[in-house]
């Protein structure tokens, strides 16, 4: 079972930038990884995601394209979102996930997703 670890979260000020990481146990099955974040009552948005074969990017989010960069490293199992100009609506908890690559975009697998990675933006 592929096992997803984040790391890089942590608190800035609006405007300011952070790089999460998501490392896979392994990718099994699957070759797509990206991020889903969900704000503290709000429902989850899928943010980001990258095919580990072809590295092509779909930004789910109209919001955050030009300011987030979604990158895989497949030798280290591994993919970062690197946020900049953050703002304070994008205060979420991030979670990795890994999918299913097809028709130009990642279909993330049920339940396989890492415990998160909480990123808190201040006005």
């Known amino acids: 079972q592929v096992q997803l670890e984040e790391s890089g979260g942590g608190s800035v000020q609006a405007g300011g930038s952070l790089r999460l990481s998501c490392v896979a146990s392994?990718?099994?099955?699957?070759?797509?990884m990206g991020w889903i974040r969900q704000a503290l009552g709000k429902d989850f948005e899928e943010v980001a995601y990258?095919?580990?074969?072809?590295?092509?990017?779909?930004y789910a989010l109209d919001s955050v394209k030009g300011r987030f960069t979604i990158s895989r490293y497949n030798a280290k199992n591994t993919v970062t979102l690197q946020m900049n100009s953050l703002k304070p609506e994008e205060t979420a908890m991030y979670y990795c996930?890994?999918?299913?690559?097809?028709?130009?975009?990642?279909?993330?697998?049920?339940?396989?997703w890492g415990q998160g990675s909480q990123v808190t933006v201040s006005s």
């Open positions: 990258i095919s580990t074969t072809s590295g092509i990017a779909q």
């Open positions: 996930t890994v999918g299913d690559w097809a028709d130009g975009g990642c279909y993330p697998a049920a339940s396989t």
């Open positions: 392994e990718i099994g099955r699957y070759n797509c």
